[in-house]
Nanobody
Framework: QVQLVESGGGLVQPAGSLILSCAASGSIFSINTMGWYRQAPGKERELVAVITRGGITNYADSVKGRFTISRDNAKNTVSLQMNSLKPGDTAVYYC????????????WGQGTQVTVSS
């Protein structure tokens, strides 16, 4: 079992910046991939960015060049640096952790609201 606790959401003006953080606990040594997803009202949950234990990253096209995902394996945390924020980035952001054993298990944080508005 893995528990994920998110922090850092809030209200920010367009073109502003925000940092989201996620701390993992539990069976942390079994975590393979961590990432961030988001869900806006009326839309499906979508991938924002993911990062493997070895540091390989993947980003949604809509956030490339603006967002940076990072991972600290020693501290069991994953962060999302969000720059040049747009109103379209407004959503609930969820931290995720994937475990791959004989089967694949995905765990989710509670979500944190990010609102980009003037």
């Amino acid at each position: 079992q893995v528990q994920l606790v998110e922090s850092g959401g809030g209200l920010v003006q367009p073109a502003g910046s925000l940092i989201l953080s996620c701390a993992a606990s539990g069976s942390i040594f079994s975590i393979n991939t961590m990432g961030w997803y988001r869900q806006a009202p009326g839309k499906e949950r979508e991938l924002v960015a993911v990062i493997t234990r070895g540091g390989i990253t993947n980003y949604a096209d809509s956030v490339k060049g603006r967002f940076t995902i990072s991972r600290d394996n020693a501290k069991n945390t994953v962060s999302l640096q969000m720059n040049s924020l747009k109103p379209g980035d407004t959503a609930v952001y969820y931290c995720s952790a994937k475990i791959v054993l004989t089967n694949t298990y995905t765990y989710w944080g509670q979500g944190t609201q990010v609102t980009v508005s003037s």
